[in-house]
């Protein structure tokens, strides 16, 4: 097949490089390559001849492949702690602007509200509690609408104290038949039931003024001297929740004491009196959980003793009552100063 074609055999071992299209090329060319020639060069001699060097493979630096970020590799934008710092100061400015917007839909729900009822934004509302029909001749003395006074935030604990006011209420009048009970069968037991009706008289109205308008007025406009007011008188009160449930003998409280020596006189006197101890028991840890709810959602508010203290010299100074007496303290003073004996 040679013989027809000048191509070799697949199978004959031919170097490429002694073909004659290369050979006829001899290493003694007289021109010159770009390594030994240099083209700005003043001289006028003729470029130098050509020499051919033995081949070499061209080294090949090894490259680096650039390093890259994978979609799903994490790059450090700096430390976690102070990724972590970032991220809880935001979630703390969320919380704060959730709650001032809280707070401000609630300013516009009361004040659509009194709009309503034909009111301005500062009006003032007749007192509607205690709710006495109109032949009576005493009107009512406050002014009382949880639902529209209160924030939404606090409506069910302030519900839940008035409640629980209404309870010790209902539990005084009862120790003051149970202590009727008591005297029907016992007659020496006069002071009791003395004490009995003094205690529903007394603690009926004061509880009402004392701890319970405080906490409603605290939680109505935010106010740390009515917290104030409500945790030292509150306080106080469960003291003599815990006395009522004793049951000293000849203090007026059907207690435990008082109940179980009572069964010796007569059973169902007994077990009336029985069931006011109970009363007096739920009472005293209902005061302490109330005491302790109250107490945490303070610490939510803004209020402290510094405010409280600045609420109360305000509320002083404004009193027209307080400012007219100080007014005549200065006066009598300047005149005794003046008409003293020298």
């Known amino acids: 097949m040679s013989k027809y074609t000048s191509f070799p055999e697949p199978m004959e071992d031919q170097n490429p490089f002694q073909d004659p299209a290369v050979t006829q090329h001899s290493s003694n060319t007289g021109y010159a390559t770009l390594d030994l020639y240099n083209p700005f060069d003043n001289t006028t001699r003729p470029p130098p001849p050509y020499e051919a060097t033995s081949p070499s493979a061209p080294s090949v630096p090894a490259q680096t492949p650039p390093s890259r970020t994978t979609p799903t590799e994490h790059r450090n934008y700096g430390s976690y702690a102070s990724q972590t710092a970032v991220n809880a100061t935001t ?50 003395c406050f002014y009382q609408d949880i639902s529209v006074e209160i924030t939404q935030r606090f409506q069910q604990t302030v519900t839940m104290m008035y409640y629980f006011w209404m309870f010790c209420t209902g539990t005084m009048l009862y120790n003051l038949l149970s202590s009727v009970a008591m005297f029907c069968v016992k007659t020496s037991e006069g002071v009791g039931l003395g004490l009995a009706i003094l205690w529903a ?6 509880s009402f003024v004392c701890w319970y308008r405080p906490v409603y007025k605290a939680f109505r406009s935010d106010s740390s ?24 003998p000849g203090w007026g409280f059907s207690g435990w004491i008082v109940s179980l020596a009572a069964l010796k006189t007569s059973v169902p006197v007994g077990a009336i009196m029985i069931i006011n101890a109970i009363l007096f028991t739920a009472q005293t840890a209902m005061g302490i959980v109330m005491l302790k709810k109250i107490h945490s959602l303070y610490r939510q508010t803004d209020a402290s003793f ?32 003046f008409t003293a004996p020298r």
Do not use: Y
């Open 91 to 140: 979630a703390d400015l969320l919380k704060k602007q959730e709650e001032l917007e809280k707070k401000a839909q609630e300013l516009e729900r009361r004040e659509r509200e009194l709009q309503a009822h034909g009111l301005g934004p500062g009006a003032s509302r007749q007192n509607n509690w205690p709710p006495l029909p109109s032949f009576c001749p005493v009107g009512p």
């Open 306 to 337: 510094q405010k409280a203290q600045a609420e109360f010299t305000t509320e002083v100074m404004s009193n027209q009552a307080v400012r007219q007496a100080a007014a005549n303290a200065a006066t009598s003073a300047a005149q005794g100063a």
């Open 225 to 248: 001297f009515n917290f104030f007011v409500f945790f030292f008188i509150f306080f106080a009160q469960v003291g003599v929740f815990v006395i009522m449930t004793i049951g000293i």
């Open 201 to 206: 008289l007394l603690f009926t109205p004061c």
